[in-house]
């Protein structure tokens, strides 16, 4: 049986499988990585980070691929920096 762990998404609490990514827990809590220039949101595209439409700051680092980082507990995920 996989264990949870939580992360903090722009302030909101996610449940997400022990091992599982960044981007998988922006999946889980309903949040795009960032936006266009548009202001269209934006979702990871490659999931192998090349792309980097996944950049989102994670406790406190900007610029991070959440495609590449695995979450640990109470990781602080923002997108809106």
């Known amino acids: 049986?996989?264990?949870?762990?939580?992360?903090?998404?722009?302030?909101?609490?996610?449940?997400v499988p022990s091992g599982a990514t960044v981007a998988v827990a922006m999946v889980l809590g309903?949040?795009?990585?960032?936006t266009s220039v548009n202001g269209e949101p934006r979702g990871p595209l490659c999931g192998m980070g090349v792309c980097f439409e996944c950049r989102v700051a994670i406790n406190g680092t900007?610029?991070?691929?959440?495609?590449q980082i695995l979450c640990e507990q109470g990781?602080?995920?923002r997108t809106d920096g």
């Open 1 to 15: 049986m996989l264990s949870q762990i939580t992360v903090l998404v722009n302030g909101a609490p996610v449940a």
């Open 30 to 34: 309903g949040q795009a990585c960032r």
């Open 62 to 67: 900007p610029h991070c691929r959440s495609c």
């Open 75 to 77: 990781m602080e995920v």
